[in-house]
Structure formats: structure tokens, C-alpha cells
């Protein structure tokens, strides 16, 4: 495959949905097969014509998983510094986040979680830590919850 028509395809799947330069990367390799064609020089015309924004990617990702997933901040920043971006853009997509969204949410998922816990007052707390720790949100946040529906 040549190079033009690599770089049209990821032009085309840029400009349905976000990614970010590591998808991007892996996509054109496995385009590519042998040939010597410039994985980098492709990735960073992309981003010259603007289908590739890490900036605008983490935005998108932590709005999603965010809000319809309900995901943590710890579980989002984790994520998307598995997908190789910086911090900076780690750091505009998490602010992008709604807070009083992202607090429902929270309390959505854990309180469908408490419903399904069995035990005593101490299992049941560590239980829902450790849930809610899987799913990003911090200790203070779970144990604030906790306190909140148990005088409640």
C-alpha cells in the first residue's frame, strides 16, 4: 500500500471519530506491512490538518467514560497515559469533566454496588473500596459516600 492512500484512509477515520496518535500508529503499521513508508511523517500531517488532536482526544475520551461508564479520575488519567499522551493533555481532558455529572454518576454506581453487598458494616465498606477503587474514584470520595448513605 502506498503511502497516499494510507494517509487518506486515517484522514477518513479521523474525521468520524476521535483517536489519538498511539491508535493512529498501529492502524498505519498494520497498513503498511513491509514497506518503508514513515509511520511519523503521516501521524504528524495528520495532526497538521487537524484529524488528530491529543488535546481534543482526551477531552472526548474522559467525557466517555466519564459519563457513561462511570469511571473515575484515577482510572481515566491511568488510561490515557497508557495510551502515550503527555500530561498536559491528560490534564485539559480531566478538567473538561463535569463535576456534578461525574458526582452523580459516582453515586450511582456505588450505590448500585451497596445494594449488592453482603456482610458487616466493615466488609461492606471494604467491598465498596475496593469497587470503587477498581472504577477510579478515590478513597476520600467512597468514604464520603458511604458516610452520606448510612446516616441517610
Known sequence: MDRELIYSRMAKICSVREYCKSE???KIEALK???AIDTQAIISQLCEEKYLDENRYAVAFARDKSALQGWGEQKIR???ARKGLDSS???HGLEQ???GKAQK???SVLLAKLRTLKGDEDQVL???LRFGQSRG???NQIKAFYDNTRRG
Do not use: T, W
Open 24 to 26: 493512529i500508529a498501529k
Open 33 to 35: 506491512g513491509d514497506s
Open 78 to 80: 491511568f488510561a490515557l
Open 89 to 91: 493533555a491528560i490534564a
Open 97 to 99: 469533566i463535569d463535576a
Open 105 to 107: 454518576k459516582m453515586e
Open 126 to 128: 471494604v467491598k465498596l
Open 137 to 139: 474514584y478515590s478513597y
